[in-house]
């Protein structure tokens, strides 16, 4: 069982910057592959990042490219999302998520953590 902690949400404003963390116990992540997701009101969950913890490869959405950084800290065995230049329509819960499997499919991913609300006013 991997269980996982997010940190970092709250209230800016547009334009502003967050850093999401989260924190990974109970297995070490050697051969997972860690995701951030996030989902707005009425929305489909939405895939942001990924990261393969031991080779530390990364793959973005579209829609995040250039503006949200996904890394990780072996040694605190976590995984953060930094994110810049934030949007009204970046408000939502944002999610972490690992999995051995990798992709951008929440199907692939199967621990997660409870969440942690950005809200972004304009």
């Known amino acids: 069982q991997v269980q996982l902690v997010e940190s970092g949400g709250g209230v800016v404003q547009a334009g502003d910057s967050l850093r999401l963390s989260c924190a990974a116990s109970g297995r070490t992540l050697s051969n997972y592959c860690a995701a951030w997701f996030r989902q707005a009101p009425g929305k489909e969950r939405e895939f942001l990042a990924r990261i393969w913890w031991k080779s530390g490869s990364v793959v973005y959405a579209d829609s995040v490219k250039g503006r949200f950084t996904i890394s990780k800290d072996n040694a605190k065995n976590t995984v953060s999302l930094q994110t810049n230049s934030l949007k009204s329509e970046d408000t939502a819960v944002y999610y972490c998520?690992?999995?051995?499997?990798?992709?951008?499919?929440?199907?692939?991913?199967?621990?997660w953590g409870h969440g942690t609300q950005v809200t972004v006013s304009s």
């Open positions: 998520a690992v999995g051995l499997s990798g992709g951008s499919s929440q199907k692939n991913y199967d621990y």
